[in-house]
């Protein structure tokens, strides 16, 4: 009996392969492929064959944040334009304990999350279905396409002077700007993630005898999902960007009124702290709507 070469039998052979694998930890960090991205022959080009890349991720926040410190310690910016860490820390803490005009802060944060997200709702359950019949009628796309495509280019600022002379200064007004902010994003997300499917999945469930309601839930919305959530995540990253301004219009609660406040009395570390704080949440709505997509539209990407 002949030896394999190098001495070496299939066993040991798929021992020493299984022995190459890169840890789990250097997969998380986007320093090696993973199993989804090991088997793709085609990287440039391919978007499902980047990895996460999260190690470069922790380099760039902590570049930043010892920039931050480095400016700031040695004067090189004056602390009315950023302050310390110290300063932040100092009215963080106040913050925490006192709250913001005899309001505490967990109530301005608690306010403008829940401002985001009913315009975003709103927007959502009005907009998808607007999308939905735009792509498959002539009739809706012909009576609403002149005015999405009209308002989509304008800014939701823009539209605050009318607002206040229609609705006032309550808290209708304020929903009603993020509401529109969010409202034309779903409808052209929507309409998009209908155009985008293709005949031939329609042709086929015609041909196995689907109906018109069949073909809607089975074919076109699950085609339609991903083009949806990415406008939902987009819409969201608007209104955070708007909250601000809505908060604008006589409020007395809300990080946005909380950062144009500070500003007026030059308290720039309570400015960064109401930035910081809006980040935070967006970034965190942003990574559950990625892990709810990945729950929920598990085919994207994948033909």
Same mark, same amino acid.
């Given at each position: 009996m002949t030896d394999t070469p190098n001495g070496a039998g299939p066993e040991s052979r798929l021992v020493v392969a299984e022995q190459k694998q890169p840890s789990a930890l250097m997969m998380w960090l986007g320093l090696a492929d993973n199993s989804f991205t090991r088997q793709k022959t085609v990287k440039f080009g391919d978007p499902t064959a980047v990895n996460s890349g999260r190690l470069y991720s922790f380099i760039t926040v902590i570049l930043l944040l010892l920039l931050w410190w480095v400016t700031t310690s040695n004067g090189w910016v004056k602390p009315i334009y950023w =302050?310390?860490?110290e300063a932040v820390g100092n009215r963080l803490t106040k913050l925490w304990e006192q709250g913001f005009r005899n309001v505490p802060l967990w109530d301005h944060v608690y306010i403008s999350v829940q401002r985001v997200l009913t315009g975003v709702f709103f927007g959502a359950i009005i907009g998808i279905p607007l999308g939905f019949a735009m792509g498959l009628s002539s009739v809706a796309r012909g009576l609403f396409d002149p005015i999405v495509e009209f308002m989509r280019p304008i800014p939701p600022l823009a539209l605050i002077p009318l607002i206040i002379l229609w609705l006032g200064i309550d808290e209708t007004a304020k929903i009603t700007l993020l509401f529109l902010a969010a409202l034309?994003?779903?409808i052209i997300a929507a309409r998009s993630g209908v155009s985008g499917v293709k005949?031939? /999945?329609v042709h086929a469930a015609y041909s196995l005898g689907a109906s018109k309601f069949q073909v809607l839930k089975n074919v076109i919305l699950p085609n339609a999902l991903p083009e949806i959530f990415t406008g939902i995540r987009t819409a969201m990253g608007v209104c955070w960007g708007t909250v601000v301004a809505a *908060?604008?219009?006589?409020? *007395? /609660?809300g990080v946005g009124s909380m950062i144009m406040i500070a500003k007026n009395f030059l308290q720039t570390d309570t400015v960064v702290i109401g930035i910081i !704080? !809006?980040?935070? !949440?967006?970034?965190? !709505?942003?990574?559950?709507?990625r892990l709810l *997509?990945?729950?929920?539209? =598990?085919?994207?990407? /994948?033909?």
């Open positions: =302050p310390s860490y034309f994003i779903m005949i031939s /999945k *908060e604008l219009v006589a409020a *007395e /609660k !704080i !809006i980040g935070i !949440i967006g970034y965190t !709505i942003e990574m559950l709507m *997509e990945r729950w929920l539209i =598990p085919w994207r990407g /994948k033909g």
